[in-house]
């Protein structure tokens, strides 16, 4: 299929990248997952422009990503909210919306959150690689040419006819995941937990814990009470998988949350953050403040079952609107 | 391991009968094709399962995994391939390699002689795509890493590190002592399969010349 210029990047913002829902399979080869790091909103962006749900999108950091429309687009924009605006005017976010050549997408700043994730009908045409179009930023591959976008690039789509029957479609707003300011994370114990003092147990999941500009795509690094380790046990593992999510707790005791850029580590585990919560955790940014609250596995499936149908009713409504 | 992972620990060692444990029971679950299992994924020590909660309830998860783990060893396991990595040893290519001698009242010979005596078992390829993590040197070359990791350390970089060797795919940080450089690219996400070495695999090491490097390269 033919490729047709979709955006020129005037700014490319904080950080920018191409991402689908990641590149699965490779963990055994050190490759990790990369992808969207709030794969919820990247999914619903992407229904929202009549995509399939995995298609590629961008991932913007912060603020600062302008671009230009080569041509007539349908996009939405979901995720945190960093002050989208078309031709200088405030442009709703969880719709879809249609962009004719020439118009201009600012992203001003923080609102609230911090990634917001654009989709675009058609998608973003960047080659596959290892089964995914993510961008994987420390192995230099995948995406646009492995790296972030900068000024001067040039966005391609797929030379499909534009979709007009999705445009104006919105999201329902009570099923937009909210962010507080001060969001308790669901965590799973383990598989670690045992090696921290019952005290020390009691400050992860008592205590507020400050994200630290020490923070990317690889992880957020928490300022917060010392997680009391028990004095029999050594301070790192024999190095083993990681999952995004996972919480390490290195030898000062602050905990670290992993993303999606890591494979393995050697720093002990003392939980893990449930997939429904992964979403909340990508719109975190430096001085935002989180808690930990222990659930069982049993209660973390409830919770994606009730995400996963109401995702589904959605899609089923939206497809036959 | 969270809401998606199952965590399956086979001891709390590094050593070649534990490694061989994990491996056995990746390769079992794999050719099993569990409906629902995503991925699992072998390590040192453990082998952590990924597995789908909309499709696979963690109970009936369990009891597939304990009915692969019954009849392990009946399973097939293939025998390890040996691949022989060529390196240039020393100089720039080796920067670490004068101060490993030193550290063992050795000389640059006897430690590249070492260096390439045994084969070594590939434990994990992890840390970055395409790291191997080998063992064990012989005692006369466990050195403790650097005690300031370098900022860029060149791909294709043999080093070692306590009882380990690993080689670096591409450039990174790094706190690794540095024997060596091969031309041999450990990873191409382009090509099939990316990853040169395979774990359970093993690897012999043998100098070459710095003329040889280019020719390899080329």
């Known amino acids: 299929m033919g490729q047709l210029e979709a955006f020129g990047v005037l700014e490319p913002g904080f950080l920018t990248t191409v991402q689908d829902l990641g590149r699965f399979g490779f963990s055994q080869i050190g490759v990790p997952p990369s992808g969207a790091l709030d794969p919820f909103s990247l999914r619903v962006g992407n229904l929202l422009v009549g995509n399939e749900e995995g298609e590629a999108g961008l991932e913007t950091t912060i603020m600062g990503l302008r671009l230009k429309a080569m041509r007539e687009a349908v996009i939405a924009i979901t995720g945190g909210d960093l002050f989208p605006t078309l031709n200088g005017e405030l442009l709703e976010m969880w719709r879809s919306h249609l962009l004719v050549e020439g118009d201009m997408l600012n992203f001003k700043g923080v609102r609230k959150g911090c990634r917001a994730y654009l989709a675009l009908h058609g998608g973003i045409a960047v080659p596959e690689i290892m089964g995914s179009k993510s961008t994987f930023l420390p192995g230099k591959f995948g995406g646009l040419e492995g790296r972030a976008l900068k000024k001067g690039d040039i966005l391609y789509t797929l030379d499909i006819p534009t979709s007009f029957d999705k445009i104006g479609g919105r999201f329902p707003t009570d099923l937009i995941p909210t962010s507080e300011k001060e969001t308790p994370l669901r965590v799973i114990p383990g598989p670690q937990d045992h090696h921290f003092t019952e005290l020390g147990f009691q400050t992860f999941r008592s205590s507020f814990y400050q994200v630290t500009a020490k923070s990317d795509r690889m992880g957020i690094r928490l300022e917060g009470p010392k997680i009391e380790r028990r004095s029999d046990v050594e301070e790192s593992i024999i190095s083993e998988s990681l999952i995004p999510g996972a919480i390490q707790v290195p030898g000062d005791g602050k905990p670290m949350i992993i993303l999606n850029e890591l494979v393995t580590g050697g720093y002990t585990k003392i939980a893990t953050i449930i997939s429904t919560d992964l979403s909340k955790v990508a719109q975190l940014k430096p001085g935002d403040r989180v808690r930990f609250e222990p659930i069982s596995a049993e209660e973390a499936h409830q919770l994606l079952r009730k995400q996963e149908g109401r995702l589904k009713n959605f899609k089923e409504s939206f497809q036959h609107r | ?218």
């Not at chain 2, 094709?33 to 399962?49: D, H, Q």
């Not at chain 2, 040996?82 to 006897?110: C, K, M, Q």
């Not at chain 2, 084969?119 to 191997?132: C, D, K, Q, T």
């Not at chain 2, 591409?170 to 395979?198: C, H, N």
Request: zero cysteines.
């Open chain 2, 1 to 218: 391991m969270g809401d998606r992972g199952l965590l399956l620990e086979f001891g709390d060692e590094i050593s070649r009968e534990i490694n061989e444990k994990v491996r056995r029971m990746a390769l079992a679950s794999q050719s099993e094709a569990i409906k629902g299992v995503l991925e699992t994924v072998p390590t040192y020590r453990s082998l952590l399962v990924l597995y789908d909660p909309m499709v696979l309830s963690i109970k009936d998860l369990k009891k597939r995994l304990e009915s692969i783990e019954e009849r392990l060893q009946q399973s097939s396991f293939p025998k390890p391939k040996l691949t022989r990595i060529p390196v240039v040893y020393g100089g720039n290519y080796g920067p670490d390699l004068e101060f490993v001698a030193e550290y063992h009242l050795s000389t640059p010979e006897e430690i590249i002689r070492l260096h390439g005596s045994r084969s070594y078992l590939i434990y994990l390829i992890g840390f970055m795509p395409g790291f191997p993590y080998m063992g064990e040197l012989p005692e006369g070359l466990v050195t403790p890493r650097l005690k300031t990791p370098r900022l860029s350390v060149p791909a294709g970089s043999v080093a070692i590190a306590q009882k380990q060797t690993g080689i670096y795919p591409m450039e990174s940080p790094g706190g690794w002592q540095i024997l060596g450089r091969t031309p041999v690219k450990m990873f191409d996400p382009m090509r099939d399969p990316p990853a040169y070495l395979q774990m359970g695999d093993k690897v012999q090491f043998f100098p070459i010349h710095e003329r040889e490097f280019e020719e390899w390269v080329n």
